[in-house]
């Protein structure tokens, strides 16, 4: 989803007092939502840079021995990618900012450099996640065929293809939108801006563009998360019940080879668990922050009126914000995650910040 605003210096703070005909939202409440919205996102964004950059350096430092490794190390990189790229867009959109007499068009600029590429990005994340939990649910389904399968190369592999299909196709935007400099008889100045390149084959192109890459690329990625994490969420309930089980039959049998080998089954199942429960929690996070994107593109596809330009913009905007926000607070909060479920994640950042030894990683 992104704003194609041909004069987007005017779009986000310069709003109409009131709602426009059945709008659910005024412009003052919409301005209200724009600065409140603004200064929470750039908080989560600030700390998205700071915890990736450490989730980055862990990683790295675990090596690419097992393929998860790899699987969220590509997940961090396109976290810190889209926390900067959007602190940089809300910081363009900002009317002190966007106001100022600066030798380019800070909206403008900042829809082609951050707005959009941004956009792409989030799409190669919600890939990621997909990825990440539908492996998970192979190995639960068929373990013995998955490690075969799912090998350090083979993740490489996938998490460069998926990097192509859902970043790729930002070149096309630069075909659409294009820099150029701009005459400002008030300001008489020349500054860089970005102007529209109208003619029938971009407009088609664009046209499927926003619909293969804008709608169906993101909402086949959140429905996948979603189907992945219920049946992952079934298997430890299941789970759970299963060791209970086994534990009241393994205290009746006594001791000898079935009460090692329940012991030896027991301390494989919890470890599978603690997986499971790591990439559930991601997912879910993923799910949460990602409803409201997902929202709003079902409505841009169900409701013309619900757009930048249609007659329930102003609720547009509230969500479009509302949506940035939860994107940047699910590409800040994953470290808490690996912090808590990570053994060795664990284990290897209290190492970098000097609180354990090498030992602990062994």
């Known amino acids: 989803m992104t704003l194609n605003v041909t004069q987007p210096s005017h779009e986000l703070?310069?709003?109409?007092?009131?709602?426009?005909?059945?709008?659910l939202i005024t412009g003052a409440q919409l301005y209200f939502i724009l600065l409140t919205t603004s200064a929470l996102t750039q908080v989560f964004n600030i700390g998205g840079v700071i915890t990736n950059v450490i989730n980055i350096a862990v990683?790295?430092?675990l090596g690419f021995n097992e393929s998860s490794n790899i699987s969220l190390l590509t997940l961090?990189?396109?976290?810190?990618?889209?926390?900067?790229?959007?602190?940089?867009?809300?910081v363009c959109v900002t009317p002190g900012f966007s106001d100022a007499e600066l030798p380019f068009l800070p909206t403008e600029i900042a829809h082609l450099t951050g707005g959009a590429l941004s956009m792409f990005i989030l799409r190669c994340s919600a890939w990621i996640t997909a990825f990440i939990s539908f492996e998970r649910c192979l190995c639960i389904l068929i373990p013995l065929k998955v490690k075969k399968w799912v090998t350090p190369k083979m993740s490489t592999a996938v998490v460069l293809a998926i990097s192509i299909t859902t970043i790729g196709p930002y070149i096309g935007v630069h075909w659409r939108w294009t820099f150029k400099w701009k005459f400002l008889l008030g300001r008489n100045a020349t500054i860089l801006g970005v102007t529209v390149v109208d003619t029938p084959l971009l407009n088609l192109k664009e046209k499927i563009d926003n619909i293969?890459?804008?709608?169906?690329?993101?909402?086949?990625?959140?429905?996948?998360?979603?189907?992945?994490t219920v049946f992952l969420v079934v298997y430890l309930r299941r789970s759970s019940q299963w060791r209970k089980s086994m534990a009241s039959a393994g205290g009746k049998t006594g001791g000898g080879d079935n009460s090692f080998q329940f012991e030896m089954k027991q301390n494989i199942s919890r470890k599978e668990e603690k997986v499971v429960r790591l990439v559930t929690s991601i997912a879910t996070i993923f799910i949460v922050c990602y409803t409201p994107n997902t929202l709003v593109i079902l409505h841009m596809a169900i409701f013309p009126s619900f757009s930048l330009f249609g007659q329930h913009r102003n609720t547009f905007l509230m969500l479009f914000l509302v949506s940035v926000l939860a994107n940047s607070v699910s590409a800040s909060v994953n470290i808490f995650i690996y912090y808590n479920m990570g053994t060795r994640y664990r284990n290897a950042l209290r190492l970098m910040f000097h609180f354990d030894s090498e030992d602990s990683l062994k």
């Open 212 to 228: 293969i890459f804008g709608a169906i690329q993101p909402i086949i990625a959140f429905f996948t998360v979603l189907v992945c």
């Open 76 to 90: 961090a990189l396109c976290d810190l990618l889209s926390t900067i790229l959007t602190i940089w867009g809300t």
């Open 59 to 61: 990683f790295v430092k």
């Open 13 to 23: 703070h310069n709003v109409p007092s009131s709602s426009t005909g059945g709008d």
